[in-house]
Each structure stands twice: as C-alpha cells, then as structure tokens.
C-alpha cells in the first residue's frame, strides 16, 4: 500500500517562497505528482518526478528523492491566487494503478 | 481546452435511493477513474477502468459501487443503495496514457457533489 505525509497547513505573504515537502512509502514507485486544489474546485495538475532532482516550472519547481522517499514543491514569488491545498500523490508500479492522494496541505497567502 | 465534463453538478438523494453520477472524459483518453473527497477530507481513489474493465478498486469501492461505460463517450459510477455516509464530492478523470509511458497526468472534472439525507 501506500502512505504519504504531508503537513496540514502553511501560511506565507506575498512574494515570499515557500516549500512544502512530502514523504511517502509505496510498494513499488512510478512517479510523484503534485496537484492543486482550490476549495471547492477539482485538483488541477502541477508536477511530475519520476526520476530524482528538480524539476522547474515558471515560478514552481517539484524535487524527488527516490531513496528518501521524500518530494518537495517550491512555490516563487507568491501571489494572493497560490492559496489552495497543495496534494502530493504517487502511483505504484502495476499497470492500471491509480494516483493515491496524501491530504493536502492547505496554504494561505496573505498580504 | 479538452476538458473531463460531470453532470450533474449537486445531486441530492434519499438514504438507501439509486444514484447515478455522469462523467464525459476527455475524447482520446483510455484510461477513466472515479475519487471521491468527504468535506475537509483527502481525495480518496474509488476505481480505475480501461479497456471496458475495472483495472483497481479502493477498498471503498464495495458491492454498493458499479462503474460502467454504457457507450463510445459516457463513463458511470452507480451507488445502488446510498447511505449517509456516501455524502460528498465525486470526481471523475481521465488519463491518456497508462502507467510507466511517461507523465500520465490525470485531468479531473468539476466534480459531483452528492447529498443524502
């Protein structure tokens, strides 16, 4: 099965960074995603890692580490619009496995 | 943008009522999905579907669930008997492409948000 941790909430102000790690045990591994998720909305897709180190994305940048079981999302240059629930999720390796969610961690932005 | 369209948007239900949830995924898409989300609760997987059978199921996903995809474009979750309990927000998605051919992102639809009373 699978386990992800993740912290429940963060709070930052604008135009600051801010990371938000999650660790995870899973048996078997094809990848770590990062969603968002504004309340009352669906998640909407961020990143992929499939293979260890950063990758960037304009003002996000998702990092993996296979051997700690460990991922982190940084968020640049904060705006008002970045506060959502940020979900981590992994996929095992079996053909036809689904994306198993962590339960998000809920960031405020404020000014 | 191709999107994974759900109707309908708030269904309200008698306990112990059938319920029928809709979803539309995205056109070129083989791989469909439904997860469910209690309020203030993570995004729990029901079951995966590809190639007009259930690939994995949650253990959620019990005989109460049936999933089926009556035709070329519509892909259905079916509550036979509803309970309290069952009360939340229902996503379906879609995905490309399966596991291990690259970043198989699911895209979700907006969600059916489910109410039994």
């Known amino acids: 099965g699978q386990n992800i941790d993740q912290p429940t909430e963060m709070t930052a102000t604008e135009g600051a960074i801010v990371q938000i790690n999650c660790t995870y045990q899973?048996?078997?591994?094809?990848?770590l995603f990062w969603y968002q998720q504004h309340a009352g909305e669906a998640p909407t897709f961020l990143s992929y890692n499939v293979l260890d180190g950063l990758e960037e994305k304009g003002r996000f940048s998702s990092f993996l580490s296979r051997s700690k079981g460990y991922s982190y999302l940084l968020l640049k240059e904060l705006q008002m619009k970045d506060s959502a629930s940020y979900l981590c999720?992994?996929?095992?390796?079996?053909?036809?496995?689904?994306?198993?969610f962590g339960k998000g961690t809920t960031l405020s932005v404020s000014s | 943008e191709p999107e994974v369209t759900q109707t309908p948007s708030h269904q309200v239900t008698q306990m112990g009522q059938e319920v029928i949830l809709r979803c539309v995924p995205i056109s070129n898409h083989l791989y469909f999905y439904w997860y469910r989300q209690i309020l203030g609760q993570k995004v729990e997987f029901l079951v995966s579907?590809?190639?007009?059978?259930?690939?994995?199921k949650s253990e959620i996903f019990d005989d109460q669930f049936s999933v089926e995809r009556p035709d070329g474009s519509n892909f259905t979750l079916k509550i036979r008997s509803t309970k309290l309990e069952d009360s939340a927000m229902y996503f379906c998605a879609s995905s490309e492409m399966g596991v291990g051919t690259g970043d198989e992102k699911l895209f979700f639809g907006s969600g059916t948000q489910l109410s039994v009373l």
């Open positions: 899973t048996s078997g591994f094809n990848g």
């Open positions: 999720a992994v996929r095992g390796y079996q053909a036809g496995t689904a994306l198993i």
């Open positions: 579907f590809y190639n007009n059978e259930i690939s994995e």
